[in-house]
Antibody, heavy 119, light 108 residues
Framework: QVQLVESGGNVVQPGGSLRLSCAASGFTFSSHSLHWVRQAPGRGLEWVAVISDDGRNQYYADFVQGRFTISRDNSQNTLFLQMSSLRADDTAVFYC????????????WGQGTLVTVSS | SYVLTQPPWVSVAPGQTARITCGGDNIRRKSVHWYKQRPGQAPVLVVYDDSDRPSDIPERFSGSNSGNTATLTITRVEAGDEADYYCQVWDSSTDHRFFGGGTKLTVL
């Protein structure tokens, strides 16, 4: 079954850290760039970061400001997002998304994992 | 940063045609993609590269892109089309992706 399954969401205090994971199955993981996209409660979609298929290139939204690191393990078909210095406005559902191999759009999404930053 | 502007709400009666716009500076130079998101669910791609449809999306969904505005058109609207719709582009100068603010489609 072709799918992405996120995990790792939790309640964390402001200034804390959290690591999200996204397990992929049913497709050739190493052939696709992968992204994290987030959605704050009641708000729209917001792109967070991308990592290339071979893991060599990463790009981040301006708001990340060095606080997040995207990585991947192609041997384990898993995508990660390491987040630190978390703020209340980072509270959101975080989705991992697969980028189509021939276009800059997201053709597969996970179900999301909720990150709540609160004291 | 590249700003995409969508109307917050669009309302349409069943069987009519809904048009959701996505405005951006010279957006015609970019490929625009559209996603549908129902409450509590992940987004689903409905149109890519301005006007192409994934094989599992009905022909009622179509897209266009001209000047400073891209448009998602849904003909013969059904109750199941009620959702939030987002446009998205890739900015080649930064390799960043951008989403519009989303449009809530209400079927009256």
């Amino acid at each position: 079954q072709v799918q992405l399954v996120e995990s790792g969401g939790n309640v964390v205090q402001p200034g804390g850290s959290l690591r999200l994971s996204c397990a992929a199955s049913g497709f050739t993981f190493s052939s696709h760039s992968l992204h994290w996209v987030r959605q704050a409660p009641g708000r729209g979609l917001e792109w967070v970061a991308v990592i290339s298929d071979d893991g060599r290139n990463q790009y981040y939204a301006d708001f990340v400001q060095g606080r997040f690191t995207i990585s991947r393990d192609n041997s384990q078909n898993t995508l990660f997002l390491q987040m630190s210095s978390l703020r209340a406005d980072d509270t959101a559902v975080f989705y991992c998304a697969r980028e189509h191999s021939r276009g800059f759009y997201f053709d597969l999404w996970g179900q999301g994992t909720l990150v709540t930053v609160s004291s | 940063s590249y700003v995409l502007t969508q109307p917050p709400w669009v309302s349409v009666a069943p069987g009519q045609t809904a048009r959701i716009t996505c405005g951006g500076d010279n957006i015609r130079r970019k490929s625009v993609h559209w996603y549908k998101q129902r409450p509590g669910q992940a987004p689903v791609l409905v149109v890519y590269d301005d006007s192409d449809r994934p094989s599992d999306i009905p022909e009622r969904f179509s897209g266009s892109n001209s000047g400073n505005t891209a448009t998602l058109t849904i003909t013969r609207v059904e109750a199941g089309d009620e959702a939030d719709y987002y446009c998205q582009v890739w900015d080649s100068s930064t390799d960043h992706r951008f989403f519009g603010g989303g449009t809530k489609l209400t079927v009256l």
